[in-house]
């Protein structure tokens, strides 16, 4: 179950064990300072403790305002460094935080007059800011460390998961698209002459079914591939909707040579003419859209349909569920839809742009090995079940 979150992304209990750090910090530091004082003290230790609490309290109050800025640049705006990185960043933000809290805890203390030490008793608030410092930055960077490590876990296991699924999938559905393409030729070749329209659909249906037979092999297609595959099936879309169908293609020469996961795009167009055009009386377009931009191929499908608002809410079929967890788990990327305008929707995303020579398995390395593990297990299970 998600926690729920504060701020910044932080828990209610995260938040919860920050201030328990520091109330710790408080109680640990006023119980020393009591110690320390009774040689010479002319109250009870207890007296003593409340006496030094205001002080204490401010103190780790200021320490706590000033760690919050650090905190945030170091595991919010600088996360995607490396922790050698962020820890070396120290040998700056250490000094910066000690002079700040120092001299504003003093300017404060002398104001309302809840003392503090003075002369070379200073340099001990150097020394134990310093070293509370480092604990707690110490303690919230192995949180981070543990916690990114369990998310990397989990990544990889639905990877794992998700590779079987594909593989099984892929196995169980070899037979059929072999079986109806070759069936599909064979009625291709009975139909007369005279109805040539409808052979040609019988074609591109068995070019849909040999192309979908040859993606299960394949991690990577060409641009072209993909978007040839994409004009046949809205080919067969057009036959069945007519002029309420209307199919545009912005793809420049630039990017058909890149390479892109097989069928990725396909669940996005029926999505499009299922669930925006088909329930429209006067139809609409539908529009992909394909280009390059600072080293990243930018992929947009787009319809003049229904919208958001329709009588179907996208987002929730298998199709865009199987495009969104092949985009998560393969680059890290999000499948965006959102409201077309001035009606409609439009689903994006994009991924890294791979030209002739991309990598065999286009997903991070951190995840490679254990899709190819995975690719390698089912293989064999692939060729006992053949054999």
């Known amino acids: 179950m998600p926690q729920q979150t504060a701020f910044w992304g932080i828990s209610y209990r995260q938040l919860a064990g920050v201030l328990g750090l520091y109330l710790l910090a408080v109680v640990m530091y006023d119980i020393a300072l009591s110690i320390s ?18 002080r204490i309290l401010l103190d780790y109050a200021l320490k ?39 001299n504003v805890c003093y300017l404060i203390s002398d104001a309302f007059g809840t003392g503090r030490l003075k002369g070379n008793g200073e340099i001990w608030d150097t020394y134990i800011s310093s070293l509370f410092y480092l604990v707690q930055f110490g303690v919230f960077h192995t949180y981070a460390y543990y916690r990114d490590f369990q998310h990397q876990q989990m990544q990889e296991v639905e990877l794992r998961e998700l590779a079987v699924k594909s593989e099984l999938s892929a196995l169980k559905a070899q037979l059929n698209p072999h079986f109806l393409y070759n069936v599909f030729n064979t009625i291709s070749a009975t139909v007369p002459p005279a109805l040539e329209h409808t052979r040609e659909l019988l074609a591109d249906l068995a070019d849909l079914f040999r192309y979908q037979l040859q993606a299960s092999k394949t991690d990577l297609v060409t641009v072209r591939d993909e978007v040839g595959f994409l004009q046949k099936y809205l080919d067969l879309e057009t036959a069945r909707f007519g002029d309420r169908l209307r199919v545009r293609f912005d793809v420049p020469d630039a990017v058909m040579t890149a390479k892109i996961p097989p069928m990725l795009l396909q669940p996005l167009v029926e999505n499009a003419v299922r669930h925006g055009i088909a329930p429209q009386i006067e139809g609409g377009e539908v529009r992909v859209q394909i280009s390059e931009q600072g080293g990243q191929l930018q992929v947009s499908v787009s319809d003049t349909g229904a919208g958001l608002n329709g009588s179907q809410t996208p987002g929730f079929g298998v199709g865009l569920t199987n495009t969104r967890l092949r985009l998560e788990k393969m680059f890290g990327s999000e499948l965006v839809l959102e409201a077309n305008k001035p009606h409609g929707v439009v689903a994006k995303f994009e991924i890294p742009f791979y030209g002739a020579k991309a990598p065999e398995i286009a997903i991070p390395q951190r995840y490679a090995e254990v899709y190819r593990d995975s690719q390698r297990e089912n293989m064999r299970e692939q060729n006992d079940f053949s054999s």
């Open 37 to 54: 004082q009774q040689e010479w003290s002319e109250q009870p230790m207890l007296a003593d403790a409340f006496s030094y609490l205001p």
């Open 64 to 102: 706590l305002a000033f760690t919050a800025p650090i905190w945030y640049l170091l595991f919010v705006r600088l996360r995607e460094w490396s922790l050698l990185r962020r820890v070396a960043l120290h040998l700056v933000l250490l000094p910066v935080f000690i002079v700040f809290w120092q």
